[in-house]
């Protein structure tokens, strides 16, 4: 799979959760403070990540700042994108079964070594539900 991923600074967990997708596997497009050349500001370097998703470059997306609180809110703002900013392995799952999310936000300041890699294992091995009123649910974002 083919994840962008996007920092707006190197603290934290920002530069594992790349190594930790590339141990799983997937290609990571980096953005952000984890690009030399681009901006890191968190809207723009949240905002490039969640494009390459909206537009088809990537599958997902990770987008990390110092609550993940802005970046999930920069990339909700992509046509396409739903968002979910996670804090533990439960919220990943359900934002992927319940919520058909393509974007993990992530907080560079609460994510710890450990919780990281069990969010990221929930995050990749979820898949949306089938379930009717989920599947409405999720299809009526596009009406809001």
Same mark, same amino acid.
């Given at each position: 799979?083919?994840i962008?991923?996007?920092?707006?600074?190197?603290?934290?967990? !920002? #530069?594992? %959760?790349v190594? =930790?997708l590339? /141990?799983r596997?997937?290609?990571?497009?980096?953005h +952000?403070a984890l690009?030399d050349?681009?901006?890191?500001?968190?809207a723009?370097a949240?905002?490039?990540? !969640? #494009?390459? %998703?909206?537009? =088809?470059?990537? /599958?997902q997306?990770?987008?990390?700042c110092?609550? +993940?609180?802005g970046a999930?809110?920069a990339?909700?703002?992509?046509?396409?994108?739903?968002?979910?900013?996670?804090?533990d392995?439960?919220?990943?799952?359900g934002?992927?079964?319940?919520?058909?999310?393509?974007?993990l936000?992530?907080?560079?300041?609460?994510?710890?070594?450990?919780?990281?890699?069990?969010?990221?294992?929930?995050?990749?091995?979820?898949?949306?539900?089938?379930?009717?009123?989920?599947?409405?649910?999720v299809?009526?974002?596009?009406?809001?």
């Amino acid at each position: 799979m083919r994840i962008a991923v996007s920092a707006d600074s190197l603290d934290g967990v !920002a #530069r594992r %959760v790349v190594a =930790g997708l590339r /141990d799983r596997g997937h290609e990571v497009i980096t953005h +952000g403070a984890l690009n030399d050349e681009e901006r890191d500001d968190w809207a723009w370097a949240s905002e490039a990540a !969640a #494009r390459d %998703v909206g537009e =088809g470059r990537a /599958d997902q997306a990770v987008v990390c700042c110092w609550t +993940g609180t802005g970046a999930s809110i920069a990339a909700n703002k992509v046509p396409g994108v739903r968002a979910a900013l996670c804090v533990d392995a439960y919220t990943a799952d359900g934002a992927r079964r319940w919520n058909d999310a393509n974007v993990l936000a992530l907080s560079l300041r609460l994510t710890s070594d450990v919780l990281l890699d069990e969010i990221l294992d929930a995050w990749l091995a979820g898949r949306p539900s089938t379930d009717e009123t989920d599947r409405a649910n999720v299809s009526h974002l596009a009406d809001i």
